[in-house]
C-alpha cells in the first residue's frame, strides 16, 4: 500500500472514495455472535418479520460504521500518516439490509494545527452510501494526522 496523505494534503472541501463491499448475513452473524449484540432485532427471524418496520434482517449500524470505516482505512489516505482516532459522531439516516453493498463517500470538513510540528488535526465526514447512492449513515471522524517532516 502506498504512502498515505499528510496534514498539508488535505484541505477542506476534498472529497475521497472507497472501494465498495457487500454486507452479508455472515457479516452480521459474525459481528452478533463475537461481540454479543444478541438482540432479536439481528437474530430473530420471526421477530423481525412481525415485530419491526423492516420485515427482513438490518446490519447492526455499528457493523456498518465498522466495515465502512475499514473500507476508509483500505482507501489508503492515511495509511503510515494517521495517528489517532480523537472523536467521532455517528447519524444514522436509514437501514443497511444484507445484500446491500456500501461504499464510503469522505469529505474533508476541516483542518487545524496544533502546538507540535509534527501533527495536525483533521474532521472528515463520511458518507456511507448503498448500492443505490442513498446515504445511510453519515459520521464525522477527527484525526490526528503525520505533518511532512520540516527540511
Known amino acids: 500500500m502506498h504512502q498515505g496523505l499528510y496534514f498539508e494534503d488535505f484541505e477542506p472541501g476534498a472529497v475521497f472514495h472507497t472501494e465498495r463491499k457487500t454486507i452479508t448475513e455472515a457479516d452480521i452473524v ?6 454479543t449484540y444478541c438482540e432479536p ?47 467521532m459522531k455517528v447519524d444514522v439516516k436509514g437501514p443497511v439490509f444484507i445484500g446491500d453493498t456500501i461504499s464510503v463517500e ?25 448500492q443505490r447512492n442513498e446515504v445511510v449513515i453519515e459520521y464525522t471522524v477527527t484525526r490526528m494526522v503525520k505533518r511532512r517532516a520540516e527540511g
Open 30 to 35: 459474525s459481528f452478533v455472535s463475537n461481540y
Open 41 to 87: 432485532l439481528f437474530m430473530d427471524r420471526e421477530y423481525i418479520e412481525k415485530e419491526t418496520p423492516f420485515k427482513r434482517p438490518i446490519a447492526p449500524a455499528l457493523l456498518t460504521v465498522s466495515v465502512a470505516d475499514g473500507l476508509s482505512v483500505l482507501s489508503g489516505i492515511i495509511h503510515r500518516t494517521g495517528i489517532a482516532l480523537l472523536g
Open 106 to 130: 469522505i469529505e474533508v470538513v476541516s483542518k487545524r494545527e496544533t502546538k507540535k510540528k509534527s501533527q495536525g488535526i483533521i474532521t472528515w465526514l463520511h458518507r456511507i452510501l448503498n
